[in-house]
């Protein structure tokens, strides 16, 4: 069961405290990418990834749909902690407070990579994705998701679970798409929210 929760609900109507996909019919992440770039492409918005965990599938998904050109700008494959402070700027001491694994990490991510690319919005992820836990003892199935845009930044954290990796990589990126398509006003995608959201406080 996949659990989602964001530290800054009231910018995400619909999404209140831990969520579950269990049950909600979510689109495949190359759906979730077009749908995204052709809402970038309506609002004239370039876009730039930093991935640890999905180590640059997310920017290959974006790279696929027509106008992807216009609007990805590139990405960022910070694998291990010494590439996320040499590339996106995160701190030492975030990473000895916190960890890889964390919404403050995600955040600071997304801030680098929007940053260092100019792209008016990042969307960053962090995570385990198996097949083991991390060295500082996140289990398999924590992920972190970051966005920066428009000044804002935004974490959304997702327990999906000890599921096989191309299964956490493909939850991980239809996240990522789902927090930014939400962060950019798009109806569908609040709706799916606030019914994952509603089915979660029922259950």
Do not use: W
């Not at 590139?74 to 996320?84: D, L, M």
């Not at 428009?150 to 996240?175: I, S, Y």
């Amino acid at each position: 069961m996949a659990h989602l929760s964001a530290d800054e609900p009231a910018a995400l109507p619909g999404l209140e405290g831990p969520v579950s996909f269990a049950g909600i019919d979510i689109e495949a992440a190359d759906r979730l990418a077009e749908r995204l770039v052709a809402l970038a492409l309506e609002r004239e918005l370039t876009i730039a990834t930093a991935e640890s965990c999905t180590a640059g599938l997310m920017a290959h998904t974006l790279s696929q749909p027509i106008g992807s050109a216009s609007v990805l700008v590139g990405g960022f494959v910070t694998y291990t902690k010494a590439a996320k402070r040499r590339m996106l700027d995160v701190s030492a001491e975030l990473f000895a407070r916190s960890g890889a694994v964390d919404p403050e990490v995600a955040k600071a991510m997304a801030a680098g990579a929007a940053s260092r690319s100019g792209a008016d919005c990042a969307i960053a992820l962090t995570g385990v994705t198996g097949p083991t836990g991390d060295e500082d003892g996140n289990p398999v199935g924590r992920v972190f998701v970051g966005l920066a845009i428009e000044r804002r930044l935004f974490a959304l954290h997702c327990a999906f679970g000890a599921l096989a990796p191309d299964a956490l990589n493909h939850l991980a990126m239809q996240a990522a798409f789902l927090l930014a398509l939400a962060s950019l006003g798009d109806s569908h995608v609040a709706e799916t929210l606030a019914r994952a959201s509603a089915a979660s406080r029922v259950a």
